[in-house]
């Protein structure tokens, strides 16, 4: 019934159409070097950055966080979009570390596309203390036109763009890291 | 309480006041370091401009093509002509579930809809998990700002807010430590939440899925523990095509607190196995606000509270004096078509500088329509009886040529021998902390006369 009288209540009082607008094109500076306009970005966003040559060297890195003495959820063997055969841990309090493979990178914000099959269980990238994501360089792109042009929404049923550690400035302005969610945010990037 | 008297009281402190609009200047610097890095700001704003008024245009359709898209994937899309219906829908949601607790994060709509006190009322516990949101709640007062909800306390107020309710090392203020205690309480919220709230900042028609924008993770961290999520939206969220986030998203966050994006930019689509996403849209006198002919671009506003930050009057006397929701040039645009009577003297709450008009990401002509909410208030006859009797007065003199020279030549000789009480008196309240200014010795008028043959 509401929703009758809502859409009655638009109808009669819309105003009159509006085309809309041609996409600009976007971005002049598409020569600039992705990699480093990505890598200042996210260390803005509080992330920090790895960078190595082959994924190899990136499994070494999460090896040694388990030798560390970390519990660590490692998904960066899935194949991106596809789900894992084994469900992963979420206890509450156990998650140290979770790695998870990215998308999408955004040079323009430093953030990184993942979606409900790359992390296999909604809350893990928000539930642990300190986030991981793998990206492989060639995936990141200029700015947010070019990467929603690879986002597919319905591919599943939730997708997040995440820039850096939770973060909050509501005491006085003063920005402090570890809101909610991670307090360490780290890129992984090959 | 009128603005004026409430921005008085809030001016009583004058090194708080400086403290207040300080940081709020602060965040609009901010912005515009982000706005100046990328070379195509003003594009982006036409774009963000033109899409919105299209959809406005359209919107009976878009909202339709959004239902359907999101009842296929599996959200259920509930419709409330107005507040009290949406808070009805909410409880009714609550009660169904038998959970008598929500877990929520920040949603102006909700506090439009006063809908905290009326869960309450009926014994829902309802915990804000925004760390701003529940600093104020702990206060029991409203938010000032619609991003920044607790810009006006100072971190000792807060420090002494959590020793009381949170049991924190007495006078310990660090933002770190509060926020940490924080971070302990809420978790034990969030990881209990069975029913998890969130508002929405765009609903995508075509794919029929919505996203939410936050810093802390406290959206996410709420509706990825509960089995049931109540998503609360206003009928002017609904955006056309996917593409179109990337519009708004670039825009968003470089407004509000100038960042390149928020820590997190959440896409709902379906609900997870076994759970359920529930959606209300909400109209509350937003589809009579589209009649509006001079007024119904309004309704383009993503709430990144950009107008809020650099506007000299909210800066000078903070969001509580509003007496609204949504304080600010926004939201002295937004309330009088709730209540023109009550809210009269907002549209008159700015210098009309247009500084709101220019940061707009969405071009809103902000201190256009203040000034024409003005006529209006004026036309619906609620204007107040000193403004009345000062603009009929000026009125008549501004319309009669004669009487306005020999008026001036009269005022600039007066001025200079009247008592300094018979000017700074009770019916020259404009007077009362402003000096009027010294009286020219001629107007221009005669100074032209004068000048006009010489060369």
């Not at chain 1, 041609?22 to 966003?45: C, N, S, T, W």
């Not at chain 1, 539930?127 to 990141?140: A, D, F, N, P």
């Not at chain 1, 570890?178 to 990037?189: N, V």
């Not at chain 2, 001079?294 to 107008?307: D, E, H, M, N, T």
Request: proline share 4%.
């Amino acid at each position: 019934m509401s929703k009758a009288q809502i859409l009655n209540s638009i109808s009669k009082n819309k105003p009159a159409q509006a085309d809309l607008p041609v996409p600009q094109e976007i971005r002049k500076d598409r020569d600039m070097d992705l990699l480093q306009e990505f890598i200042d970005k996210a260390e803005g966003a509080g992330s920090d950055t790895e960078n190595f040559d082959s994924f190899v060297k990136v499994g070494a890195w999460i090896k040694q966080q388990e030798k560390n003495g970390k519990s660590v959820t490692d998904l960066s063997q899935n194949s991106i979009g596809k789900d894992h055969p084994s469900t992963p841990a979420d206890d509450d309090e156990k998650v140290d570390m979770v790695v998870i493979r990215g998308q999408i990178g955004v040079a323009e914000n430093g953030a990184v596309w993942i979606d409900e099959h790359d992390m296999q269980i909604r809350k893990l990238p928000f539930l642990t203390s300190h986030l991981v994501l793998v990206l492989e360089k060639v995936r990141i792109t200029p700015d947010m036109h070019e990467a929603y042009k690879r986002v597919d929404l319905e591919q599943s049923g939730f997708g997040v763009f995440i820039a850096g550690p939770s973060k909050t400035a509501d005491i006085e302005q003063s920005l402090v890291i570890g809101a909610h969610g991670p307090i360490e945010h780290t890129i992984l990037l090959y | 309480m009128k603005h004026a008297q409430a921005a008085k009281e809030f001016l009583s402190n004058g090194p708080r006041t400086e403290w207040h609009s300080q940081a709020l200047w602060y965040v609009r610097q901010k912005r515009d370091i982000q706005k100046d890095e990328i070379g195509d700001w003003e594009d982006l704003r036409e774009q963000a401009s033109a899409i919105k008024e299209h959809t406005l245009s359209n919107l009976d359709q878009y909202l339709e093509e959004f239902e359907t898209k999101a009842v296929q994937n599996g959200i259920r899309v509930h419709w409330a002509a107005n507040a009290e219906e949406h808070n009805n829908i909410v409880l009714e949601i609550l009660q169904k579930a038998d959970v008598r607790k929500l877990v929520k994060s920040k949603s102006m709509l909700t506090e439009e809809c006063h809908m905290n006190p009326f869960l309450m009322e009926k014994g829902i516990d309802v915990i804000e998990s925004d760390l701003g949101e529940r600093i104020i709640q702990f206060a029991d007062q409203d938010p000032s700002h619609i991003v920044l909800p607790a810009i006006h306390l100072k971190k000792e107020e807060v420090g002494k807010l959590f020793e009381r309710k949170l049991d924190t090392e007495s006078g310990n203020y660090d933002p770190q430590y509060l926020t940490g205690a924080a971070r302990k309480h809420l978790r034990e919220h969030f990881v209990t939440a069975e029913v998890a709230m969130t508002g929405v900042n765009f609903a995508i028609a075509e794919s029929g899925g919505f996203a939410v924008c936050t810093n802390e993770g406290n959206a996410d961290m709420g509706v990825h523990h509960a089995s049931i999520h109540i998503a609360s939206m206003g009928i002017e969220k609904v955006i056309p095509r996917k593409e179109h986030l990337a519009v708004f998203l670039r825009l968003l966050a470089r407004s509000a607190t100038g960042q390149p994006i928020t820590t997190y930019t959440s896409h709902f689509q379906k609900p997870a196995e076994g759970r359920e996403i529930h959606l209300i849209i909400v109209d509350n006198g937003r589809s009579e606000h589209l009649g509006k002919d001079k007024f119904w671009r309004a309704l383009k506003c993503i709430r990144c509270g950009a107008c809020l930050n650099t506007c000299p009057v909210y800066r000078l006397s903070g969001g509580h004096s509003y007496g609204y929701t949504i304080p600010g040039p926004i939201g002295s645009i937004l309330t009088p078509r709730v209540d023109l009577k009550q809210y009269s003297d907002l549209p008159f709450a700015s210098s009309l500088c247009g500084s709101c008009t220019d940061v707009c990401p969405v071009k809103i002509e902000i201190h256009e329509q203040l000034y024409q909410w003005r006529q209006e208030v004026y036309e619906q006859k609620q204007l107040s009886g000193k403004k009345k009797l000062g603009l009929r007065f000026m009125g008549r003199i501004l319309a009669r040529p004669r009487l306005y020279h020999r008026s001036g030549k009269f005022a600039r000789k007066a001025l200079k021998i009247t008592p300094r009480f018979l000017v700074y008196n009770r019916l020259n309240p404009w007077g009362r902390s402003r000096d009027m200014p010294a009286p020219p010795k001629q107007s221009f008028q005669e100074w032209y006369r004068e000048n006009r043959n010489k060369s």
